[in-house]
């Protein structure tokens, strides 16, 4: 043993374990998605598998044995109806609702591969996932489907099903929600695509299905764990949006890595897990519809959660037990009375992804509901999980947690050696859930898959414990004359002024230091001025950290689930420089 | 006036509105409004408080004849309006609040109407006696009490169901109100045109000063935007047909049309202006909702020092 690996390959995180976690990752007991969808829907038949969640309290639910059957002839309706073979790409583009999962677990029962789309894309971004993913097909939410109109013909889509947010709901609420959007919210605009509404399309599965006396599960009779299952597509770091290759067994090993580090609150068939996160997302896709499907819990799907006030009535209706989100998200809900007056009183557990859990917003969650925020940290590319905080036992403020069972994790220099214990390093990581590369991209992927290793571009460290800490993103570190500076430290820094709502710091080249940092600051208030900032950060930072620009913005650009993107302001000022 | 059968369509459809309001609520709101009891009898310093007064004042500062005078301070001493609970609803208040104070004000107003009405008529050497029908204002409880307590439990037995009926009396809500100034207008077109300014600017500023001083009192007594906003709401509307009927009951003759023609005239306006005043706080609400989504945590620390 290479004796600089030693603080990692000793695994001392195995210690914080205790007796709840499991040390050792058994393979995943189903060979494919398929097969653990339809034992789950077998064993929880009669529960409630989804509830859709309307801003004003209106709802439709589907039952496990209704999701079973629905995706049956969902997957018969692609494979037998349309013709599409095994393997085939099939885009799934609409916000959380019941249509979601049916599609879903649909295209996984058929063989075919799954490939998330955000509802909010624009065309050119649409065009570029279908192209770059070969979709043949598309079950879009009739909110977007005029987004098609003038892409269709460019991309390789022979179908279009559309769904819609209501969709399953019975007659009355969905007729009413439907008259809201189309003639209130006017978010249902008219569009032009061929196309075939979802419940068709269900129908003529189901004739189909029993027409022929189709056998479901034989279309993934040949599907194994290295079956690839979902195309994830991340923009990554590098800006063009690539697919990340999910296998059936990265997924299922995943679920299972995130159910070991929760099985002590979860009961089987009694959780109620609240979505609010997108589906379409990795963190809510493996966490709360894949792992939760598995333990007949009842999932609430909430279409948008914003503004917060949409969350009220789910709160209100259903006795919530676990709940997952982003920082946004938790600080959001705790400015709310009527969270705060009376939080939810069955809640077990709350877990934290996508971007950093801010210290202040884990605390008051404490205080306020009892229950602990455990953070965790992933990537798309490894499906997402690789850390978390253990539910039971030690919680790091500010820390990502500890490595989830199976899975090995090492901080690494710039040549690829471990760096010593306490050092900052490059976290890579090793594990059943890491992607097995980038759709159609080999070089991509071989820069981010080095010798069976994942590459995550993040810097962190580690304490003795074996806990992790994210010091920030390799690349976004800010070189200024020979001395590193994190774009993380300094954001925090001026976080902690009260005129400061939000704040994102880049480094810009620059004739004398090689590179000066440039600081973007929402006011929370008018007047506040950049010598004001600049005079508050000295207070915490030494001099070369110390932002050479301040820029005021009204807002940031940043990802659907609220991180801000760096990489944008970057291009914008590299944009403005060239012009 | 409005007929019988009007006035019983209208007692009808208050009740299918106030269905939707409770069918919008919890139980949880109500602890809620609760939580901060000050809300209710900052609600009942206003309304029995300022109210009463105003009109007094107005009355004085405009110069109005007595028969006049007596419809104004009369207006000014009534409770809290049922439409308030509507107004309440649809510019994001804290509804359960205003139901609070609308039926806290009407329990009361069977004891504070009598003794507020004596007070001032002896200011101004005006009669003080009164007849308060307490079997209308029972009345107008039940209409407010027992649909909301419906609409709440049919909303917890199927939020499909609860949902419906808050938009359908959500929908009433707004007919009524259309209905409300739709019917006023025909019938009483000419007193438009009759009428003095001063007699306008004591009908229309009652509402509308209510409205303000009920605002910043509230402010004054540490409730917060949304509460004072809704406190303001119900400050300034009263509840007319109350009033009216106490005029029907208590005068005759000439007289009973000249005291009248206040709490007519203001019945008119205060639907205008509650409307109005209603997207103003709407917005606000709304303005509001968005920037606590977006706001940060606090940090606990003291500002920079500057």
């Known amino acids: ?579 | 006036m409005l007929t019988e059968f009007e006035t019983r369509l209208l007692g009808l459809m208050m009740m299918v509105i106030m269905l939707g309001m409770g069918a919008s609520l919890t139980f949880k709101d109500f602890r809620i409004a609760f939580r901060k009891p000050q809300g209710i009898l900052v609600g009942l310093l206003c309304q029995y408080g300022i109210m009463p007064f105003l009109g007094y004042a107005l009355a004085v500062v405009l110069g109005l004849p007595p028969a006049l005078a007596i419809g104004l301070i009369l207006m000014g001493c009534m409770p809290g309006g049922t439409t308030s609970n509507i107004f309440a609803y649809f510019s994001k208040g804290a509804l359960a609040l205003s139901i609070m104070m609308t039926v806290c004000s009407t329990l009361v107003a069977v004891a504070m109407v009598p003794l507020l009405l004596e007070f001032y008529s002896q200011m101004k050497g005006l009669p003080s006696e009164y007849a308060v029908p307490a079997g209308n204002v029972a009345q107008v409880l039940v209409v407010l009490i027992v649909p909301t307590l419906i609409g709440i439990a049919l909303r917890k037995w199927n939020p499909n169901v609860g949902a419906t009926i808050e938009l359908l009396g959500g929908a009433l809500g707004i007919f009524v109100i259309l209905f409300l100034v739709a019917t006023w207008v025909p019938r009483n077109h000419m007193l438009l045109a009759t009428t003095p300014w001063q007699v306008y600017a004591a009908a229309i500023g009652l509402g509308l000063v209510g409205m303000l001083i009920g605002y910043l009192l509230s402010k004054g007594l540490r409730q917060d935007d949304r509460r004072s906003r809704t406190i303001a709401l119900e400050t300034g509307i009263q509840n007319g047909p109350l009033a009216v009927l106490i005029v029907l009951l208590t005068f005759s003759g000439e007289m009973q049309q000249q005291v009248l023609l206040i709490p007519v005239l203001y019945s008119l306006f205060i639907v205008l202006s509650s409307s109005a005043v209603t997207v103003w706080f709407r917005r606000i609400t709304t303005r509001e909702e968005l920037a606590r989504d977006g706001a940060k945590v606090p940090t606990g620390l003291a500002p920079a020092a500057s």
């Open chain 1, 1 to 579: 043993m290479n004796e600089t690996a030693a603080p990692y390959s000793l695994q001392p995180w195995l210690s914080a374990y205790g007796d709840q976690i499991p040390r050792d990752l058994a393979p995943p007991a189903h060979s494919s998605l398929a097969a653990y969808l339809r034992d789950a829907s077998r064993e929880h038949t009669t529960r409630t598998a989804f509830t859709t969640c309307m801003p004003n309290g209106m709802h439709g639910s589907l039952t496990y044995a209704q999701v079973d059957a629905y995706s049956d002839a969902f997957a018969v309706y692609l494979r037998q109806v349309i013709g599409l073979a095994a393997g085939a790409r099939v885009a799934v583009q609409m916000p959380n609702c019941l249509a979601y999962p049916v599609a879903a677990f649909g295209i996984l029962k058929a063989g075919c591969v799954l490939v998330n789309t955000n509802p909010l894309y624009t065309p050119a971004e649409m065009e570029h996932q279908f192209r770059d993913s070969g979709a043949e097909a598309l079950v879009i939410v009739d909110m977007f489907a005029d987004k098609l109109d003038g892409i269709l013909a460019r991309t390789g889509i022979r179908k279009v099903i559309v769904a819609e947010v209501p969709q399953f709901f019975s007659a009355i609420p969905r007729a009413v929600i439907r008259g809201v959007m189309k003639w209130w919210n006017r978010t249902l605009p008219p569009f032009t695509a061929p196309h075939i509404r979802l419940p068709a399309a269900l129908a003529e599965g189901e004739a189909a299905l029993k027409r022929d006396r189709i056998d479901v599960a034989a279309y993934t009779r040949d599907v194994g764990l290295d079956s690839l299952a979902v195309l994830q597509y991340t923009g990554g770091t590098t800006g063009v949006s690539k697919g990340a290759m999910l296998s059936h067994g990265n997924l299922l090993n995943n679920l299972d890595q995130a159910f070991a580090m929760g099985r002590s609150h979860i009961e089987p068939g009694r959780e109620v897990v609240l979505t609010a996160l997108p589906l379409y997302h990795i963190f809510a896709f493996t966490f709360n519809l894949l792992a939760f499907y598995g333990v007949g819990a009842r999932n609430i799907l909430v279409p948008s959660p914003r503004p917060i006030q949409n969350l009220q009535r789910a709160f209100d209706n259903y006795r919530i037990t676990w709940v997952s989100g982003v920082n946004t998200l938790f600080n959001a809900l705790m400015n709310e009375e009527w969270f705060t007056a009376f939080p939810p009183k069955h809640l077990k557990a709350a877990v934290a992804g996508g971007a950093a859990l801010q210290h202040a917003v884990a605390d008051r969650w404490q205080k306020i509901t009892g229950t602990r925020i455990a953070e965790g940290y992933g990537l798309t590319e490894s499906s997402p999980v690789v850390c978390f905080n253990p539910i039971t036992g030690t919680q790091k403020p500010d820390s990502i947690g500890i490595p989830v069972p199976g899975t090995a994790v090492r901080l690494v220099n710039d040549a690829g050696e471990p760096v010593a214990l306490g050092e900052a390093g490059e976290l890579i990581v090793q594990g059943p859930q890491v992607m097995q590369g980038y759709w159609n991209r080999p070089d991509e992927t071989a820069r981010t898959i080095k010798a069976g290793w994942l590459y995550t571009g993040d810097i962190a460290v580690m304490d003795s414990e074996g806990y992790f800490r994210i010091v920030d993103r390799k690349k976004d570190m800010i070189l200024v004359s020979g001395f590193n500076v994190y774009p993380n430290e300094v954001e925090d820094a001026i976080a902690k002024m009260d005129d400061v709502l939000e704040v994102a710091v880049i480094g810009v080249p620059d004739e004398r230091s090689g590179e000066a940092v440039r600081a973007f600051v929402v006011p929370q208030r008018d007047g506040l001025t950049d010598e004001a900032v600049r005079r508050h950060c000295r207070r915490y930072l030494t001099d070369y950290k110390v932002p050479r620009v301040i820029e005021f913005r009204k807002e940031l650009p940043k990802t659907p689930i609220g991180k801000i993107l760096r990489k944008d302001l970057k291009a914008e000022f590299n944009a403005s420089k060239a012009a």
